[in-house]
């Protein structure tokens, strides 16, 4: 583990778990030990190890093979400090886009990390007929080593690959399960066996395979726990109906939700930012700030994922996830702990305040074929998965407002949309007017142009960038804006991981802070649900804007609504 600089990011109280053969007290605990759970109608209070028992349907899931304080594996008694333990991480959806292109790279950039722990197997899941060596042809395919760490790279990546296997399935075959349970059973023999699912596959199956997999495949002598894709539901009751689903096989405990943009660096610093600084934290609040602007621009349309887009929309597959959480995260009042229950209570808590957007606080648009340069681009309708005259927006602008004390009247304005003229993600913070500026003459009639913004830019080019006005060199006084700048590349030579290298081993650790909470996704989804039924009821036409532009010019009068100007548009 010499190689895994992690240990543990968040300075929070939770143990390392990468102790291989550390003791059992060490594990991270589903249950606090005293949790009290149904069993066969009676209930128990476990004084032992703190896995979980069963869940709510009658079915097992960390099943501890003892009541008493030994631990038992293979019938034999297992000594409380001998245990190896072992990870079998499961991607189910494994032939997918997602598993090839994010998931199978994050662990091998973990293992390569020497991140993961010691013991650990990888399987892939799906229905397409592979056998483990064309699954590992098809993973070789995407992994990477890090630039700056070449050494050794072919190496590590046969021993990773040799750690890969395949079960071929149905998602809802309980058989086709208890198959893959075996096979997990064979390479776990002897150790103490913890089980990860990563669900890369469609929403619509979520459910089967949970159910098949709690009932069939959970661990029965460590933990078992279910990272879950978004989308969770498309509107409060599509979502509270999944939530409700999922906890008939699965603790809150054991589900993972995932939005990959809180695994993102600049994100995962947002509050080292604020809470570390002073300079930062006594100017949050609406005292200093005029107004925030959360950005997510994409330079390609929905091609070959227009099928799914089109039953989503921009506001859904961006805002109502990642914009919202980046939101809730800037908002929060300082957590009592780094704790992730701290730290998603406050986040909840911003959610909670949040007013429901109103259709007169949003612009959506919709892009259109466009050619430039002699080079043609498609319009998001010529998607041939995409119905004919879909009204489902690719760009969406809003404003939104959190009826609190620290936030009251500050806009929060969210754009976001695919098919623009550039990539990015970013967190805009514009600062009020300096009152009584001495220096008011030399900025023209234009105060605008001397706020402060302070940037932070999620990607690409991940940087923090403070806009300060500054006497330009020399005998007049003219002042100029100019940037404080913090450029990662520049301050810090090494590679960023990728968003879910982070996410997964927080998974591996039982560390839920990145995770969304149910009572957070339903917060979240009752701000935004509203509108989405009024922009279908009413059937709202988007705004066309051509690919490759800067969006609908709606976008603007929203902003100036507000007494906003959109803080990209001079970049
Ligand atoms: N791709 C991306 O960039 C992102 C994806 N996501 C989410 O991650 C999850 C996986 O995404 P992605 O990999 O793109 O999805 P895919 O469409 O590639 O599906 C993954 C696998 O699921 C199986 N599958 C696909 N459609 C169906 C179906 N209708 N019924 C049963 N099985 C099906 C296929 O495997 P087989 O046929 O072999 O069983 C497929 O390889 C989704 O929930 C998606 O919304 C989230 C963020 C980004
Ligand atoms: O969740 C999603 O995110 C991607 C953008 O992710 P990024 O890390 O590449 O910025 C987006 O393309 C996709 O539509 C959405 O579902």
Redesign the pocket.
């Known amino acids: 583990m010499a190689g895994c600089l992690h240990c543990h990011h968040s300075g929070a109280s939770v143990p390392s778990s990468f102790n291989h053969s550390r003791t059992l007290s060490l594990e991270r605990r589903a249950w606090p030990a005293s949790t009290p759970h149904l069993l066969g109608g009676q209930e128990l209070i476990r004084r032992t190890w703190g896995f979980q028992m069963k869940s709510s349907n009658g079915h097992p899931l960390n099943v501890v093979s003892s009541q008493k304080e030994e631990q038992y594996t293979n019938g034999s008694k297992v000594e409380e400090e001998q245990v190896d333990s072992t990870v079998s991480i499961t991607v189910i959806?494994?032939?997918?886009?997602?598993?090839?292109?994010?998931i199978f790279p994050a662990l091998f950039a973990l293992f390569y990390e020497d991140c993961l722990p010691k013991h650990f197997t990888v399987y892939g899941y799906?229905?397409?007929q592979l056998t483990d060596e064309e699954l590992r042809n098809m993973i070789s395919k995407t992994l990477t080593c890090r630039i700056d760490k070449r050494e050794n790279c072919s190496n590590k990546m046969g021993q990773f690959l040799q750690r890969c296997f395949y079960h071929s399935g149905q998602?809802g075959s309980e058989k086709n399960f208890s198959e893959l349970d075996k096979k997990l059973k064979e390479k776990e023999v002897g150790k103490l066996a913890n089980r990860l699912f990563y669900?890369?596959?469609?929403?619509?199956?979520f459910v089967d395979v949970v159910r098949c997999a709690s009932r069939n495949a959970s661990s029965s002598t460590g933990w078992t726990r279910v990272i879950v894709?978004?989308?969770f539901g498309r509107d409060s009751q599509s979502s509270a109906e999944l939530t409700q689903s999922l906890k008939q096989h699965l603790t809150e405990d054991q589900i993972f939700r995932i939005d990959?943009y809180l695994g993102k660096e600049l994100v995962e610093n947002l509050s080292v930012l604020r809470f570390s600084n002073l300079v930062f934290e006594p100017l949050w609040s609406r005292t200093f700030i005029r107004n925030v602007q959360l950005i997510f621009s994409e330079d390609f349309g929905t091609e070959g994922?227009g099928g799914?887009f089109d039953n989503y929309g921009i506001i859904r597959d961006i805002m109502q996830n990642h914009l919202l959480q980046i939101l809730a995260l800037f908002a929060m009042e300082t957590p009592v702990s780094l704790d992730a229950e701290d730290i998603r209570n406050e986040k909840v808590k911003v959610l909670r305040s949040m007013r429901t957007l109103k259709l007169d606080d949003v612009v959506v648009g919709q892009y259109k074929g466009h050619t430039r340069g002699g080079k043609s681009y498609p319009a998001y309708i010529d998607d041939p998965t995409v119905p004919k005259g879909s009204l489902t927006p690719t760009f969406a602008a809003a404003a939104l407002f959190i009826d609190n004390a620290r936030w009251d009247g500050v806009p929060f304005l969210m754009k976001a949309g695919k098919a623009l003229h550039t990539r990015g993600a970013e967190i805009r913070v514009q600062f009020r007017h300096v009152p009584g500026n001495l220096y008011k003459r030399n900025f023209g009639t234009d105060l605008d142009k001397a706020t402060n913004e302070l940037v932070i830019r999620v990607q690409p080019d991940e940087a923090i960038y403070l806009k300060i006005n500054n006497k330009i060199p020399g005998l007049s006084m003219r002042l100029d804006s100019s940037n404080l700048n913090l450029l990662y590349a520049a301050r810090y030579h090494k590679e960023i991981p990728d968003a879910y290298e982070r996410l997964l081993l927080d998974a591996v650790e039982g560390e839920r802070r990145l995770f969304i909470r149910s009572d957070e996704l339903d917060a979240a989804w009752a701000i935004f649900t509203p509108v989405l039924k009024e922009l279908e009821n009413k059937i709202i036409a988007p705004e066309l804007y051509p690919y490759g532009s800067r969006g609908p010019v709606g976008a603007h009068y929203l902003a100036a609504k507000y007494n906003v100007r959109w803080g990209d548009l001079s970049s």
């Open positions: 959806g494994a032939s997918g886009d997602l598993a090839k292109k994010k799906a229905r397409t998602y669900l890369s596959i469609p929403p619509n199956i894709e978004k989308p990959h994922r799914y």
